[in-house]
């Protein structure tokens, strides 16, 4: 009786959001990087360059997180009965692991120069005009990407607003570095790439993990768990219950449990119930997108309780 498997329209809903969001987002990442890169080069800026390649490399993961999150919109299949929610998930550690590398070369290069004092570059104006300039568009990609992650509930998207704001304060870090060395200090363009290629590693190192503590199912943490709990409990007619299992799925909360039930139920009346249950549970918490339901007599979890 326990009941059938259902995947979230969420994913599909909202997928035009995620898809413009995302795109725009991509477009203004193409533009910066081939601006940054540019201004860099001819405006003598290491740490810009590096800012205009960590705008490439965003583009990169712009693409994978658009290719990611149409296949987990898709509905579950004959292949994927659980749905695609973990290909965003595979996908997202993939960037992550891209990232760290990007960022690795990024602070290599700068130490060789900070090393070797005559290969450092002297910013200009132009440089320092550039970084201004992505600041600005930065933010306003945050706030904008902000929003569609908040409507659209999507983890992913929801980093990728972050990702905007950590990259207006990586060319904030671009314009300090730039001032310092036009005002004699070189040294303090190479520092702000280091920073900046820093921060990119952080983020991916963070993609990267959250990604694995998804894939080797991680439980959601215990105060996520008490709320299912209390939906759990609400429904009249549950004595309790025992095995509630959580798990992430591309952001979202697959989920099983046992309810207990009166012994002297009908099965129809066991099967109403945890019909009940896990509409609760899907209704009552936006995060679940899938629930198993089984149920049991309770005097069987009583005396186990008992024994424990
Ligand atoms: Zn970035």
Redesign the pocket.
């Known amino acids: 009786m326990a009941a059938a498997l259902r995947t979230n329209a969420n994913l599909d809903q909202y997928w035009p959001d995620k898809r413009r969001v995302t795109i725009v987002g991509a477009i203004w990442n193409l533009i910066l990087a081939v601006g940054k890169i540019a201004a860099g080069i001819v405006g003598q800026s290491q740490a810009l360059i590096v800012d205009g390649i960590?705008?490439l490399s965003?583009m990169v993961s712009d693409a994978v997180v658009l290719v990611a999150a149409r296949w987990s919109a898709i509905e579950a299949d004959h292949n994927h009965p659980y749905g695609h929610g973990r290909i965003e998930t595979v996908a997202t550690a993939i960037v992550g692991v891209l990232l760290l590398a990007v960022a690795i070369g990024f602070i290599v290069d700068a130490v060789l120069r900070l090393l070797e004092p005559e290969r450092l570059m002297r910013p200009s104006w132009l440089a320092l005009w550039a970084a201004a300039v992505s600041v600005g568009i930065k933010e306003i990609l945050f706030w904008y990407t902000r929003r569609v992650a908040q409507h659209a509930r999507s983890n992913l998207i929801m980093a990728n607003a972050w990702?905007h704001r950590?990259?207006a304060l990586s060319s904030v870090v671009v314009i300090a570095g730039v001032v310092g060395a036009m005002g004699g200090l070189l040294w303090l363009d190479a520092i702000a790439a280091i920073l900046v290629a820093g921060t990119?590693a952080v983020?991916g190192g963070r993609f990267a993990f959250n990604s694995l503590v998804e894939l080797v199912d991680t439980a959601v943490p215990p105060r996520r768990q008490k709320e299912l709990a209390g939906i759990i409990m609400a429904v009249d007619g549950v004595h309790d219950f025992r095995n509630l299992r959580t798990r992430m799925m591309g952001g979202q909360v697959v989920m099983d449990v046992c309810v207990l039930l009166d012994p002297q139920l009908s099965l129809a009346e066991a099967d109403r119930l945890a019909a009940e249950v896990r509409r609760g549970l899907l209704d009552g918490s936006t995060e679940v997108s899938d629930a198993v339901v089984s149920v049991a007599p309770a005097w069987s979890g009583m005396r186990r309780r008992r024994s424990a």
């Open positions: 960590h705008s965003d990702h950590s990259d990119v983020m």
